[in-house]
């Protein structure tokens, strides 16, 4: 069939298209992590199975729409999420894995299948819908819709609170395997490392079973804590971290300087300056730069997520130069990043 000749306009047209629908695409996702279609075709060695073999293996339904399934899995496989084979001798299209969706297959560690329902809960997209209004008026997308804080509803929602912890959970295994042989030696002369806003203590758990030397104190607010498993040489507090922080030789923050703003941010960075010590304490960061060049895999991923600071909460992703004056303002005159193959770098800062 001859190709039909296009000019920059339709060109043009086709996107917006593509972009007005682009969240079909994690609805979709969504479906298939829900339907635990990625665990079914991994559960047959990864592929490839027929849409039948597919089928009788969701739980909670006696007779899937086969049909509906199709038509799914057209758009999954367009995405690259799975793969599609065509038989020559037009048998049945045969459906594998790929190394995306090999990512929300449930029973694998680690996997992202969690953050994908966080992501894509109802209770957090009506937020995106507040946006413009947001932008119009000032404000947090979240507050205007929900009428608290993302804090305060998840103390009063547990499932929200649930689903929040167990995404936030996920990719905490993935940074782990990045994060912990990049900075083997920093951990060396700390005694008790401090993490400030550690949900409920997996990324703490971690980094004291690599380094045994370690004890951790695990510091978030109390709702949180009290969901929290027991880890060893892991100590959970709870508390407010506006108030006073435990004391430590170091203090971990990880992804919780980017949900506040330069002003509260200052008082959260004295608060830590006040429980290390002067000589030799320290503060990790473990967040986001933004770099303007655009060799980076995860610049539109850092984009994006600097959308989810400004619409859920009151804080920005930054770039480094907005870094250095942020810490400097906060008792940290000195700092050094390192890079990881990761969404979040490595920032050192010291006190002296």
């Not at 073999?53 to 899937?64: D, F, V």
């Not at 992804?255 to 000589?279: F, G």
């Not at 770099?291 to 959308?307: A, G, Q, R, T």
């Amino acid at each position: 069939m001859e190709a039909i000749q296009v000019d920059e306009s339709v060109r043009a047209q086709a996107r917006l298209l593509d972009l007005s629908s682009a969240f079909i695409t994690p609805m979709a996702l969504k479906c298939a992590v829900e339907l635990r279609i990625a665990d079914i075709i991994n559960s047959h060695g990864g592929g490839p199975i027929t849409l039948s073999q597919i089928a009788s293996g969701i739980t909670g339904s006696s007779c899937p729409n086969i049909s509906h399934l199709e038509r799914l899995m057209r758009l999954l496989v367009h995405k690259t999420i799975f793969t599609a084979h065509h038989p020559s001798d037009g048998g049945e299209t045969l459906y594998g894995l790929t190394d995306i969706s090999r990512w929300i297959v449930w029973d694998a560690k680690p996997s992202l299948a969690p953050f994908v329902l966080t992501r894509t809960n109802p209770l957090t997209l009506p937020t995106w819908h507040a946006l413009s209004q947001c932008i119009r008026d000032g404000g947090i997308a979240f507050e205007k819709v929900n009428g608290c804080q993302l804090w305060d509803f998840a103390s009063t929602n547990p499932e929200f609170n649930k689903l929040f912890n167990d995404g936030s959970s996920s990719t905490i295994e993935i940074l782990m395997s990045r994060f912990l042989p990049a900075y083997k030696d920093g951990f060396s002369t700390i005694g008790t490392l401090v993490d400030v806003g550690g949900g409920t203590g997996r990324t703490l758990f971690e980094i004291v079973k690599s380094h045994p030397h370690i004890r951790g104190i695990n510091f978030d607010l109390p709702h949180v804590i009290a969901t929290a498993p027991n880890h060893e040489r892991v100590t959970h507090i709870g508390g407010d971290m506006f108030q006073a922080i435990p004391t430590g030789d170091a203090i971990l923050m990880k992804s919780m300087l980017c949900a506040y703003n330069d002003e509260t941010n200052v008082q959260i960075l004295k608060k830590c300056r006040k429980a290390i010590p002067e000589n030799i304490g320290k503060l990790i960061i473990v967040d986001v730069v933004i770099e303007e060049e655009n060799n980076n895999i995860f610049k539109e991923s850092k984009i994006m997520l600097d959308l989810v600071m400004m619409t859920f909460f009151s804080g920005k992703q930054r770039t480094e130069a907005e870094w250095k004056k942020l810490l400097k303002e906060g008792g940290f005159p000195r700092y050094n990043i390192i890079k990881i193959p990761a969404v979040e770098w490595i920032i050192e800062a010291y006190p002296i």
